[in-house]
């Protein structure tokens, strides 16, 4: 017999097998009827149903486009047949060119269709579905525009609006055309012009960001957020630009008040330089202009403005600094938001002024001095003033040799020690008066003095007590420890005179220490890893260099760029030769290795990565270029994200008999300690790791973190290398100093302008926002200095710099470097368990 028609989709399907010798049965399409086949098998109609469901009728060309296909049963004469039945899903429906609409979804040419709506929002040659532009506002404001493009659709006809929420706009942003429509028959795309200015827009630190919002509406209805960025990067103008801080404006900017006083032209011949003023840029926040020689003439006067009184004077105490604020402005008055020169943009570093320079002018002799000024934050430098004499004063300000504004200040004495102008402006005591350390104090009974001046009272006749030899020798005796006291007295004086230069100077050189290491004097070099697998050696800076086998960046802008696309590995290893880092290739496979395993734990493609090297990252056969490269080892940190110490266990193999070197030997050398101390200063010991016989991290070593930041206590193959590394040191605790007050009290709020952690600090950052590399060079005819395990250790117990108290000690003489050691004292700066 043969298989029965399948029963009812409900039910239990039943099936009948014909009979034996030939007979036939019929299947039962109901559940309730009974099998009247001969010898039926259920089991052979539960297999006959599984293939049906299994293999269906739908396949790819059964319904037309854009329809869905299901399988339905229906009973024919009594028996349950299947077929294929199209529909069109929501939101799709027939097609109105169809005969008729339940013939659409089985019709290869007419189908459903689907609803008109906008799909996508792109804006041609970008990347990214958002829009960034960036101007400069030099001597005129620029604007530019952008193109968005509105994609349609759908197979349906249908017409369509579109329109932009321009309510809340900005001033800086416009949008043309706001709205439109388009037809049935229309393009299935609509095009906008967004267009930005800086008239108006003051420079940030961040971008102006707005979201664009846009609706577009047919027979279904979408919403469209397009992200604008606007960044702006201005010039400063001399003419805005203003003594004291800026005021807010209702825009929530900060701009310029009016001044009392306007420039006047510069005498004929004038080049627009001030005497004695270096045409060099400097960093920002630093004054780059030298003292003007004796007699130079102040910067162009400044006249007062019809019909406005002159500003009251500003009362300074003779020798006593006082701080004055002055803000830097654009063209419009409004406050920038960099330092000099400009950082931001090259294009307005290349037209911008250089410097501000402030003058200090003795109204009564014409004469000048330069004062010192820092850059505060926002456009805003702090000017520290101290008027050497009694009188009236004019502070002037210039920019690039265009005077700014004025201030007139009157100098007096100090009122609390009784002095009085002298003749020669200066201050000191009223007659019948002698300066001690309390102020001036009246002549005692036996001393006058006729003059006020700053000398001592002197005696008056002395009469003759006794003229007995008794007398005389008693009063020889008086007389001689008079003068004994007297000579004391004033060696004191100038002791006290000596320690208060010396702790100016002290102060002076910490702040040029902490300014000097966040300066990139030489370009950051990195290594590919896999240039370094394929060389097979170390090779030295020169031979990188010449078979372009380095990445080079030359500016902080590029290392931050660099830093923000490729991870950066700090390495530092002890040398096994005093030539070659690495005679027998030892360190070179342990150094691959340990990379593979920091990519693999710290998910890094290995093609990504790049080396910082000493060997291939510092020259090695020019000095003064070595040492700039040194000075930037506080930067180079800041741009790696991890620190690696490769130390296994190899054979120094210029010393006799040759020493064994290993994680123990790295640790005291002075060079190594300068490296982990640079990374350590900026980022921590979060990604600092070391390599003996396998990769692990550095932060639970709370010794060998100790140890790292006591450079001066290591050894150094050539002792005067200690007197260059002073101020990098210096540097270094400074800015450990600077991260562990942000960290306590900046914890919660926004990080300021600094590196950041795990990206590189220098922002790529935190610049805002991450400090490595020491050098160790050494050349034939020149002082060896490297990091090899050979040579004697360095006891600076004598030496400058004790970093324990945070001074510079100079010994009898201000800043006496002696043999240049810096002695850093046992425990000194003990960050713990790796707080920066």
Partial sequence: GGVGAVGGENGLERGGGGGGGGGSGAGASDANETDVGGAGSNKALAAAWGQVRAGGVCNADTCAWDATCRSDFVAVKGAAMVTARCE??????????????????????????????????????????????????????????????????????????????????????????????????????????????????????????????????????RFFRVPVLLIVAVTTSAFTSQWGEATRTATADFACASRHTLPVAPAAGDNTLLPGRSKTKSLPGQNRTQP?????????????RAGVPPSPPVSVVVGVPVEFTFTACDEEGLRVAHSLPSLRSEAVDAVGPSAFAVHLVDEETGSSQQM?????????????????????????????????????????????????????????????????????????????KALPGNEACLPETWPIFVSSAGGALGLVALITLGTFARRIYLRHLVAMAAA???????????????????????????????TIRKQGRFVPYEEARDAGTLRVCDTIESAV???????????????????????????????????????????????????????????????????????????????????????????????????????????RRGWCRLEQWAFLAVNGTGNMYVFERFLSPIAARRRWVEESVNVFQGDFTCESDKQHLVDVVLGLYGLAVVSAIEAKYCGSAATIETLPPSAPPLSPARLPPRLPGAPHLSQHNSPQRQRSGGGSSANSDSGVANSGAGVINSGSGAANLGAGVANSGPGVANLGAGVA
């Fill in 561 to 667: 760029a660099f830093a923000a696309e490729y991870p950066l590995l700090f390495v530092s290893h002890q040398w096994l030769s005093r030539y070659d880092p690495d005679p027998n290739t030892e360190h070179l496979p342990v150094l691959i290795r340990a990379a593979d395993d920091l990519c693999r734990e710290r998910g890094i493609d290995p093609d990504r990565l790049h080396i910082w090297l000493d060997y291939h990252s510092i020259p090695q056969r020019n000095e003064s270029t070595k040492w700039l490269a040194i000075g930037s080892i506080a930067l180079y940190a800041a741009c790696s994200h991890y620190f690696l110490i490769c130390a296994p266990e190899a054979w120094h193999v210029d010393t006799v008999p040759p020493t064994l070197c290993d994680a123990q030997t790295y640790l």
């Fill in 372 to 448: 010192f000024y820092t850059y505060a934050s926002l456009g805003r430098y702090i000017a520290t003033v101290v008027s050497p004499t009694v009188g009236a004063f004019s502070l002037r300000l210039s920019l690039d040799g265009v005077p700014v504004q004025s201030l007139n200040l009157s100098s007096a004495c100090p009122s609390q020690t009784a002095l009085v102008p002298l003749r020669d402006r200066t201050c000191g005591c009223d007659a019948w008066h002698e300066p001690t350390d309390y102020g001036c104090t009246r002549c005692p009974i036996g001393l006058h």
């Fill in 500 to 530: 208060t230069r010396e702790a100016i100077e002290k102060q002076r050189r910490i702040k040029q220490a902490v300014l000097g290491v966040t300066q990139l004097r030489f370009p950051l070099s990195v290594m590919p890893l896999s």
């Fill in 88 to 221: 069109c899903p929501l939101p799709n429906r027939p097609s109105p060119n169809a005969t008729h609409p339940s013939v659409a979804p089985y019709d290869h040419a007419t189908g459903c269709v689907t609803p008109r709506q906008g799909v996508m929002i792109s804006v041609p040659q970008a990347i990214a579905e958002n829009i960034v532009l960036e101007l400069s506002k030099t001597s005129h404001n620029t604007e530019a525009n952008r193109t968005l493009v509105l994609h349609m659709g759908g197979t349906d006809l249908a017409g369509a609006s579109w329109a932009v929420d321009d309510s809340s706009l900005p001033h800086w942003l416009r949008v043309s055309p706001s709205s439109g429509t388009l037809s049935p028959f229309a393009d299935q795309a609509a095009i906008l012009t967004v267009t930005t200015s800086t008239v108006g827009v003051a420079e940030a630190r961040e971008p102006y960001v707005y979201g664009l919002n846009l609706t577009v509406k047919s027979q279904a209805t």
């Fill in 292 to 304: 003007s020689p004796a007699g130079a003439p102040p910067p162009a006067a400044l006249a007062p």
